[in-house]
């Protein structure tokens, strides 16, 4: 069994920071991707960054303020969020893609999410 725990969500003013943690943990072979996404109240989700072993991917709206990063070794990713705006209020899910170590199986697991409110 493999789980998504993330962290670090809060409370903070317009324009402060905060730094997410994802950690995946379990039977693990390999995971390939690890991603952030949002979802705000009313809306659906969205993908805010995905961090691959090529490379990084960002939505338009947190271009240029937020930076994913990855620890392999320890199968976490970070989401630094700068100049949080108060459109980046929202619940925000990691996701773990890869490959289980006890059976090879597909891992495509969600996190149970972290708030952020961005609120003066």
């Known amino acids: 069994q493999v789980q998504v725990v993330e962290s670090g969500g809060g409370l903070v003013q317009p324009g402060g920071s905060l730094r997410l943690s994802c950690t995946a943990s379990g039977s693990i072979l390999s995971i390939n991707a690890m991603g952030w996404y949002r979802q705000a109240p009313g809306k659906q989700r969205e993908m805010v960054s995905i961090?691959?072993?090529?490379?990084?991917t960002y939505a338009d709206s947190v271009k240029g303020r937020f930076t994913i990063s990855r620890d392999n070794g320890k199968n976490t990713a970070y989401l630094q969020m700068n100049n949080l705006k108060r459109e980046d209020t929202a619940v925000y899910y990691c996701?773990?893609?890869?490959?289980?170590?006890?059976?090879?199986?597909?891992?495509?697991?969600w996190g149970q999410g972290t708030h952020v409110t961005v609120a003066s």
């Open positions: 996701n773990a893609d890869g490959f289980r170590k006890i059976d090879y199986e597909k891992i495509d697991n």
């Open positions: 961090i691959t072993n090529a490379g990084s």
